[in-house]
Every structure is written in structure tokens, then in C-alpha cells.
């Protein structure tokens, strides 16, 4: 069990003085989060993935279900999207509650290949949520598993971040996983994008620019006022389709009779004035997650490249304002 007291921090601070409304409502609701790490640490709330059938388990990072809905026609394997209850509002949290001691058996047949740098808070540095938020008072009871009970983690951030996009691109997920099946090295796996997440990368992955500012801090300015909720919803869904285009190559390029697609989240584009995936929010557009069921054949039209696409070690707080989280 973790206990914890925290003082206000120097961001906190800064954001008094920059944004006080701001501040004020992230101060009323700090004591709420330290609670809900201190119950739900103890009684989950949603659907662990591994009480699902699957073979194959791709996560997409902050995807809602009705972003997927909208887009479902333009991809012939998704003929169906139902939906879950996750057990995180983001990937922190998901983490922690998804890998439990509880489920050690499974997850020791299990090989993870993320993309999501979450993964090294959690297993390697064993920051458990609420780490990164200042809450005043926490109790928690989580009991995650350590990295050396999967049977591999694959930690595709820590290698292949491309430092024009400032995220990892997909096509390296796609690549580990087909490597890591075809070898036989991984009868269960997960496959965790970091898309449709921001940075908004759709337009960059087509011109090889640098994402712009709005596509690379999408939250802020749709939350701030610089773009609209519909612009910033056209450059979600073209992320979007940028993951789907390569699980579409993934599906044909490993054999696997039972294909589960999901996310770790969903996204709040205002809801509730929510911008992102706040900690602790049970709204359902962060709470409520697709699960489309289909199958996947290795027809070898991918031969996988696992080269690094960057061998420069990125500090986590560049990765997090890379990710809209400054």
C-alpha cells in the first residue's frame, strides 16, 4: 500500500498565476482523483482485457467509440463495433489496472509491444498512479505486476520515436508485432498504438513535415480558442485512419484466429469542460471504449524493418508535452 501527502507543486503554481480559473478547478478536483485511486486501486470499475477472448489484443490509444462508428465503412475489417468500459480514463491508469497481479497467469503468456511510454513508468520506474498529479491526501492498494512476468515487453517507444513527429509512428508497432509472431516467439500478444493520440501526425506521415502547432497541441487549442471542435475532430479521424491503414497491414501479415480491437481510453473534446483524458473521469467519452472482433491471415505482404528510427534518449517531460500533456 502507497500513501501519500503532497503540497502544490511548481506547476501548480505557474498555472495559479497563468490561469487562475484553471487552477482553481484543477484544485477542487485533485481531492476527488486522490479518492478514486484510493477505492477504485481496490475495486476496479470496467473490463479487464483479459476477461475478454483474444489471440491477438490491439490497444488504440484514446480512441472513442463513436470516432470509430463514423469511420467504420472505410475498412472492410470492421464489420461490427461494439463496446466496453475501460478500467482507466488514461494510460496510467489503464496500465495499472490491467496488469494486476491478478491476472499473472495470462499475462505471463503474454507479450506487450507498446508504444506508449507509460509502460516504463509503470513496470520499470513503478510509478503508480496518482504519480504525475498533485492530489492532496492518496491511499492506494495497487498490486501491478513487474515487466519480467510477461513473457516479453516489447518497448517500441523507447526505440523508435520519430523526432519529426514526435511520437512513435505506427508502422513500428505493426513491424515488432509481425516480427514477434512469425518468429513464434508471442501465441498471445498485445499491440499497443499510440494513435489516434495526439500529436496529429495524419498530415505529417504524407509530407514529411513537422506536425503544425495546432496538430501538435490539438487539447489546448481547441481548449484556448485557436481552433474549433470541428477542426480538431477532422485531424482525430484522420489519425485515426493513419492506426487503422496499418492494423488493416497488420491483419494481413500475422495468423491469428481471434483479433480483439480496443483502446486504453477514449478522448473529451469539451465534455463536461474535459479536454483529453483527465485522471479519474468517469464520463463516457473517456470511459466507454470500442471492441471490434474480427481475424487476421498472414498472407506475407510485410517483410518487417526493426531498425531504430532515433538512437537520441528523450527526457519523459519532452515526451509529455509532445503528447499535449504541458
Not at 508502422?171 to 508471442?186: G, K, L, M, P, Q
Amino acid at each position: 500500500m502507497a500513501v501519500g501527502f503532497n503540497l502544490p507543486s511548481r506547476s501548480s503554481a505557474r498555472l495559479l498565476f497563468n490561469d487562475p480559473a484553471r487552477a482553481l478547478k484543477e484544485a477542487l478536483i485533485r481531492p476527488y482523483q486522490g479518492l478514486w485511486y484510493t477505492a477504485t486501486s481496490r475495486y476496479p470499475i470496467g473490463t479487464n482485457v483479459f476477461e475478454r477472448d483474444w489471440d491477438l489484443l490491439v490497444v488504440l490509444d484514446a480512441c472513442r467509440v463513436d470516432a470509430v462508428r463514423e469511420i467504420a465503412n472505410e475498412y472492410e475489417f470492421i464489420t461490427e463495433v461494439d463496446s466496453i468500459v475501460s478500467v482507466g480514463s488514461n494510460s496510467h491508469e489503464w496500465l495499472a489496472q490491467t496488469f494486476s497481479e491478478a491476472w499473472s497467469r495470462e499475462i505471463a503468456k503474454t507479450t506487450y509491444v507498446t508504444a506508449n511510454f507509460h509502460s516504463g513508468f509503470v513496470f520499470r520506474d513503478r510509478r503508480l498512479p496518482p504519480d504525475r498529479i498533485d492530489v492532496p491526501f492518496y491511499w492506494t492498494d495497487w498490486d501491478v505486476v513487474d515487466s519480467d512476468e510477461f513473457r516479453e515487453v516489447v518497448d517500441v517507444w523507447d526505440t523508435h520515436r520519430n523526432d519529426t513527429f514526435g511520437v512513435t509512428p505506427p508502422h513500428a508497432v505493426t513491424d515488432h508485432v509481425i516480427d514477434r509472431r512469425r518468429s513464434n516467439e508471442a501465441p498471445r500478444i498485445i499491440a499497443h498504438y499510440m494513435q489516434p493520440h495526439g500529436p496529429y501526425i495524419a498530415n505529417a506521415v504524407r509530407t514529411g513535415e513537422e506536425p503544425t502547432d495546432i496538430e501538435s497541441g490539438a487539447w489546448r487549442s481547441l481548449r484556448d480558442g485557436k481552433a474549433s471542435r470541428a477542426k480538431i475532430w477532422e485531424l482525430y479521424l484522420d489519425n485515426l485512419r493513419v492506426v487503422l491503414d496499418q492494423i488493416e497491414v497488420l491483419l494481413k501479415n500475422v495468423d491469428a484466429e481471434t483479433v480483439a480491437i480496443t483502446a486504453d481510453h477514449g478522448e473529451a473534446f469539451g465534455e463536461f469542460g474535459a479536454y483529453g483524458h483527465p485522471e479519474g473521469f468517469p464520463h463516457p467519452v473517456v470511459k466507454k471504449v470500442p471492441w471490434i472482433e474480427t481475424s487476421a491471415e498472414d498472407l506475407g505482404t510485410r517483410t518487417p524493418e526493426l531498425e531504430t528510427d532515433s538512437d537520441t534518449e528523450v527526457p519523459v517531460e519532452e515526451r509529455l508535452e509532445a503528447l499535449g500533456y504541458a
